[in-house]
């Protein structure tokens, strides 16, 4: 029944999860909450997310605090406090800090499965950095299950 499925969280409460996530990323309704139709996560950008595309999924977000600057297709966009940006699957991004403190945002995957994603990522731990940069080679392996792929160097 849908009345089963209600959450309602507390200021600073996060949703369980498989693993713990760093204090960066707040998970508010996961993917089972919702039964696969979206997740919605509160998310400090600390550290640059590079160029990417979600080829099953859209990403919407919404900055809450700060300065967020989006990497959309070949082109520059600043986001205030207040923006907010849908990112079709399909076409190339970037999200990047642009304020300090970082921005904060809040970040809607449908269909869902950005948490069970953050989740690997944070298991797989070290190894999936160089020089304290997200490595896209290594990533990739990875986010390949959540239909997720980091553009590589050449």
Same mark, same amino acid.
């Given at each position: ?6 959450? /309602?969280? $507390?200021?600073?409460? !996060?949703? %369980? ?24 996560? $509160? #998310? ?5 997310? =590079? ?7 859209? $990403?919407? !977000?919404? #900055? /809450? ?14 986001? =205030? ?5 849908? /990112? ?10 642009? &304020?300090? %403190? %970082? =921005? ?10 950005? *948490?069970?994603?953050?989740?690997? /990522?944070? $298991? ?11 490595? %896209? ?14 553009? *590589?160097? &050449?």
């Amino acid at each position: 029944m849908s009345q089963d499925r209600f959450v /309602l969280l $507390e200021p600073g409460a !996060v949703r %369980p999860g498989r693993i713990p996530l760093p204090p960066a990323f707040a998970v508010k309704a996961t993917t089972d909450d919702t039964e696969g139709r979206f997740s919605v996560l $509160e #998310v400090t950008l600390v550290q640059d997310i =590079p160029r990417h595309v979600h080829r099953h999924a859209d $990403e919407c !977000v919404y #900055v /809450l605090d700060g300065v967020l600057e989006i990497e959309f297709d070949d082109r520059r966009h600043r986001a =205030p406090r207040g923006t907010f940006a849908l /990112l079709p699957r399909g076409v190339p991004h970037a999200l990047r800090g642009a &304020s300090d %403190p %970082p =921005p904060r945002v809040l970040q809607i995957s449908s269909p869902g499965g950005w *948490e069970r994603y953050l989740e690997d /990522l944070i $298991e797989a731990g070290p190894a999936v950095f160089t020089e304290g940069r997200l490595d %896209p080679v290594k990533v990739n392996p990875i986010v390949a299950k959540y239909h997720i792929g980091y553009e *590589e160097q &050449s």
